[in-house]
């Protein structure tokens, strides 16, 4: 608990760091509105259960990432260079409009579950799209899967139901 109950922290940035458990770290640091983490190996728990004002996050050079789940005032997040995007992971977050996805070896089970407000989708250089991971994301018009997936599980696009454009190259 570095930082508990700094309340007129906005903005995080993190680099560089073995391992990183922000429970311990940003508990009770209500406003924060932008979350910027890169080189670390595992970045465990999550600001969602405490700062409701979270708007962007930007993760690269992460090697597993989870629990961001139920971040309604999340809109826009930008993952690059992850290795793992845990169960769950951005689960929940309504309010996300825009996400990138760039050198991402796995997209977990239900990583973006329910998000009901993902407009745009993009996704580069990714291997492995799990079991539900866009399942109910309700808002999404359109989809092209790179040619770099290897496996893309099953259900991973169930009742998106806007959905009207789908590519997956030869």
């Known amino acids: ?54 708007e962007k996050a930007t993760f690269k050079s992460i090697g597993t990432l989870k629990g961001y789940g139920d971040c309604k005032m999340l809109r826009d997040i930008s993952l690059t260079d992850v290795k793992t995007i845990g169960t769950g992971c951005f689960a929940e977050c309504s309010g996300l409009q825009n996400l990138t996805l760039s050198n991402i070896d ?27 991971a866009f399942t109910y994301c309700t808002s999404l018009k359109s989809v092209t899967i790179p040619d770099s997936v290897t496996s893309i599980s099953s259900n991973t696009f169930l009742c998106c139901k806007s959905l009207t454009s789908v590519t997956i190259p030869d």
């Open 1 to 54: 608990e570095v930082f508990y109950t700094c309340n007129g922290l906005e903005k995080v940035t993190l680099a560089n760091i073995e391992s990183y458990d922000e429970s311990n770290i940003f508990n009770g640091c209500n406003n924060i509105r932008e979350v910027t983490i890169s080189n670390i190996d595992v970045v465990n728990s999550s600001i969602s259960g405490r700062s409701e004002k979270l």
């Open 106 to 132: 796995t997209i977990g089970v239900h990583a973006f579950s329910n998000c009901t407000g993902l407009l745009t989708l993009t996704l580069d250089n990714i291997q492995t799209i799990g079991e539900f």
